[in-house]
């Protein structure tokens, strides 16, 4: 079982040239093309136009440039839009509303001008310390919409500038950054051959992502330069939905001269509640793989290693008239128990999977509910309801 504490975007595919020309020279001709400078300032010699169509991870993962981690660690947030609508049937209700992403969400000027909810195939996002502050999304999008003009155009993208943020949009992507991300022009840049991407220049992110290429969604948190004493290098989940059964993949890329047998133990533990779980380690990963079934799966989450954070699933049911809570636990993955607490002192425990119990309130109570996951000394909260009566 999976849960999240964020919200959906990012992690992508093998590393590798994403501009298929060898070179921007016409070979019709005898002498080198002229260099011709685009509209943003860059040669087309040091940056292609050639940006791939693709909606796949490896296609969202030309964006990120090498320089994404330099000032410390960087998480990437991949979704599969597409997928999720296709299986929407098969997925719980509170996947459901987690993985409800509209343009309007980004809050970066009137963003949502360029396409509607189902305009997104596949999403990307990615920061330092875990703020989405950049993405990319695959789709189909009108950049002729808009109702202002473009501060700039670089090849097919047409740039707008907002208070809050900047967007780039072509007919098949739209990339953002909003204040404190690395800008879209730097997006732009790396899209467009013009600079290197993480992918190519860090193991650790090639790595994560050639294991979590096949996911519906997945997260990957890569550890910064300047963290020599990490004992990960990378830790990532995925999951990749299917009717009825989908595949749940954990991994783990070590550090240098660590082991990853002993990243062993927090597999088995966050695969505890998983059917069919294997796990393999090689020179410097660790990958567990299991299946759930598709209701019960929620977005991955990552603390610091796979078996930082305790999970179950619960559900939370509040009935106006009665003045009453209902808290049943539906599944237990690595956790020993749930504990359900609120801010009126009322503390109950369940242990079993299909256990239920019920808070009572009085006219004029007003609190928040909370379910904890508890796993040996490891607590995290995986549910929790603002109520009111």
Same mark, same amino acid.
């Given at each position: ?8 975007s ?14 921007d ?41 090498a ?5 410390g ?23 459901r ?44 999008f009108?950049p ?25 949009? @072509? ?11 690395l800008?879209?022009?730097t ?32 997260i ?19 999951a ?5 059964? @989908? ?30 779980f ?34 179950a699933?619960?559900?939370? @049911? ?58 040996? @000394? ?12």
């Amino acid at each position: 079982m999976l849960t999240t504490t964020g919200a959906i975007s990012a992690l992508a595919i093998s590393a590798g040239c994403l501009d298929d020309s060898d070179s921007d020279s016409n070979p019709d001709s005898e002498e080198p093309a002229e260099s011709e400078t685009g509209s943003n300032g860059t040669d087309d010699d040091d940056a292609t136009s050639t940006v791939s169509t693709e909606t796949d991870l490896s296609a969202q993962l030309q964006w990120v440039p090498a320089e994404a981690n330099a000032d410390g660690e960087i998480t990437l947030h991949y979704a599969d839009l597409e997928a999720i609508r296709t299986h929407e049937s098969d997925l719980s209700d509170d996947f459901r509303e987690s993985t409800q992403l509209e343009l309007a969400d980004l809050d970066i000027g009137d963003i949502n001008q360029f396409g509607d909810a189902e305009a997104i195939e596949t999403s990307l996002s990615f920061g330092i310390d875990s703020s989405a502050a950049d993405f990319a999304f695959a789709g189909t999008f009108t950049p002729d919409a808009a109702d202002a003009e473009p501060t700039e155009t670089v090849d097919e993208f047409s740039v707008f500038e907002y208070e809050n943020g900047t967007i780039a949009v @072509s007919e098949e992507w739209l990339l953002g950054s909003h204040p404190d991300g690395l800008g879209v022009e730097t997006l732009l840049e790396a899209g467009r051959g013009g600079t290197e991407l993480l992918v190519e220049t860090d193991e650790a992110t090639a790595t994560l992502s050639g294991e979590l290429e096949s996911t519906s969604i997945a997260i990957g948190r890569i550890t910064g330069a300047d963290a020599v004493d990490a004992e990960l290098a990378g830790v990532g989940h995925g999951a990749t939905l299917d009717s009825e059964t @989908s595949a749940v993949t954990f991994v783990g890329v070590t550090a240098d001269g660590n082991d990853p047998d002993a990243f062993v133990d927090e597999l088995e533990r966050s695969g505890g509640g998983l059917d069919d779980f294997t796990f393999e380690t090689t020179e410097s990963t660790a990958v567990g793989e299991g299946t759930v079934p598709t209701d019960e799966v929620q977005l991955p989450s990552l603390g610091r290693s796979v078996g930082q954070e305790a999970r179950a699933s619960v559900t939370i @049911s509040v009935d106006e008239t009665e003045r009453t809570a209902d808290v049943g636990l539906t599944s237990l993955s690595n956790a020993d128990k749930v504990n359900v607490i609120d801010g009126l002192d009322q503390n109950e425990t369940i242990e079993e999977v299909g256990g239920m119990v019920t808070l009572t309130y009085d006219e004029g109570d007003e609190t928040t509910i909370q379910v904890i996951a508890v796993a040996g @000394s490891t607590k995290t909260v995986v549910a929790s309801e603002e109520i009111a009566f």
